[in-house]
Structures are given as structure tokens and as C-alpha cells.
């Protein structure tokens, strides 16, 4: 069991990084489980993206090729080269709010 501090930061990690009642909607979590068993929640979490820990779901950085954006307009090459510098996102996915 963990201490009350420790609680208290999966609790605010959780509730900021994952929706509750939308991955229990879609069958994540069980229907019997509560909103309040944030030990339960990071245990399904951990087994459903094969982390040891809840936290690691922050480390992984995703780069996105934005290829289209308003206002903006793409230019290729005669050679069928991308000409126009590309946007380049980086994301985490604790940004995406899965």
C-alpha cells in the first residue's frame, strides 16, 4: 500500500493524463471499477501499454509530420521533392489525453 503523498500524486498524474469515464466506457476498465481506485487504474494502464510504471506513459515523445497547414501552401520540386520546409511536432503522448 502506498503512502498518502504517494496516492495523491498517481491521483493528480491520472486525473490529468487519463479520462476516467471514457476508457471505462470503451471497456479499459472494468464496470465495477471505481473513479477513486487509482492503484487499480495504473495497474491497468501499466498492463495495457506494458509499462512497470504509470509514469512511463510521459517519457515517450512522438514527432508528427505535419504536411498541411492553413494558409500555408506545400511546394514540390520538379523532382517530386518536398521544396517547402515541413512542420515538425513534437508530442508527448500525455498531451494527446488518451
Known sequence: MKNSIEIACLKNYLKEHFDFSALKKIGVF????????YEGQAKRICALFGYESVYEYSKHEIRCHISYAE????EVNKDGQLSTTPFVEVV????LHI
Not at 472494468?30 to 481506485?37: A, I, N
Not at 508527448?92 to 498531451?95: G, K, R
Open 30 to 37: 472494468s464496470k465495477e471499477m471505481k473513479c477513486t481506485d
Open 92 to 95: 508527448f503522448p500525455n498531451q
Open 71 to 74: 494558409d500555408r501552401t506545400i
